[in-house]
């Protein structure tokens, strides 16, 4: 009867350490998180205003224009720190001059962000702002859709500092892109008039000399420089115009012609090209030693993700010219 009870007594404690050892892992993350994020507000911002989602609004200005949905897009400068003070991303030029970041070929104009897939954190505090407004507010980790840290980090799971500005909410990315890029023809290409596909805008600007013509699967040789619509080269293969516009990499062997494949369908030709839809549907319409021009939009180039420095829904320009025809 003795054993027994010893066995229940055993069993019922090694119940409630097990209840208590949940209890520490589930502490372990999102509640250990919150108790240090409320203790950095009480210290640094007694007055931040927190959501019932758990976001903290510390600063906010009101705006006058229309308010986002959770399905538009949105124009934005902004810039986002750690809690220590260490910047994580921004829009800024000059704070990338001030932290000895900046690079030539960098995109230092405000961005747009797709709310459609974005964290609740950033959807939530955009979803509250009105055009021309701004929102300083920290997000926690779990609203930014990251498992919490232990402790106050510089990555994943560490709540940030969000400072926002709303300068446009946009119904429709591609014809907001369409727009851009057609205001910018308008200054610096006129002849350009349509596209020739949707987003699409090509111009032959020098017809080369050469009578030969390509057929399925032949190659031909380009050079290019590539620019954002702001005027800055992000990209090139020519040394000299690398050095000019200082994005030169330090490799001259890195700087010769590229190569295309040529099909006598356009679609071979961008599927079988690694190069953005864009770009190929370019080199597909030119020849041995044209010269051209093409701008297109985001969807055709690097879509919502960008790459690199290149950031998402920011329609490219391409300088091209194709070398003549050495075989």
């Not at 402790?151 to 591609?174: M, R």
């Amino acid at each position: 009867m003795k054993m027994r009870t010893i066995r229940f007594i055993l069993i019922a404690a090694a119940a409630v350490l097990a209840v208590s050892c949940a209890e520490e892992r589930s502490e372990s993350a999102e509640s250990v998180q919150d108790r240090i994020l409320k203790a950095y507000v009480e210290k640094y911002y007694p007055d931040a205003v927190r959501s019932e989602s758990g976001l903290y609004f510390l600063e906010q200005s009101e705006g006058t224009g229309r308010t986002p949905e959770d399905t538009s897009y949105v124009l934005v400068e902004y810039s986002i720190t750690y809690l220590d003070g260490t910047y994580s991303a921004y829009t800024s030029e000059t704070i990338a001059q001030q932290l000895g970041t900046y690079t030539h070929s960098g995109y230092y104009d405000p961005r747009i962000w797709s709310l459609r897939d974005n964290t609740p954190g950033i959807v939530e505090i955009l979803t509250g702002m009105q055009e021309g407004g701004s929102v300083k507010a920290i997000i926690p980790a779990i609203l930014l859709d990251q498992e919490s840290g232990l402790e106050i980090t510089q990555g994943d799971g560490s709540s940030l500092i969000y400072d926002i500005h709303l300068l446009q909410v946009i119904d429709n990315i591609d014809e907001y892109e369409i727009g851009e890029v057609e205001s910018y023809l308008q200054t610096n290409f006129p002849g350009i008039q349509d596209s020739t596909d949707y987003g699409f805008y090509f111009s032959i600007l020098d017809r080369g000399n050469s009578t030969d013509t390509l057929e399925n699967e032949d190659y031909i040789s380009y050079l290019y420089i590539g620019r954002y619509l702001n005027g800055t080269v992000f990209d090139t293969n020519i040394e000299d115009t690398a050095r000019k516009y200082r994005i030169y990499n330090g490799d001259a062997s890195s700087y010769s012609s590229s190569s295309f494949q040529f099909y006598d369908e356009e679609s071979d030709a961008v599927e079988n090209n690694s190069l953005v839809e864009g770009f190929s549907k370019a080199l597909w319409r030119m020849g041995f030693g044209d010269r051209a021009v093409v701008i297109f939009i985001s969807e055709l180039g690097y879509e919502d993700a960008g790459s690199g420095e290149i950031p998402g829904f920011v329609p490219l320009r391409f300088d091209i010219w194709v070398e003549e025809n050495e075989d």
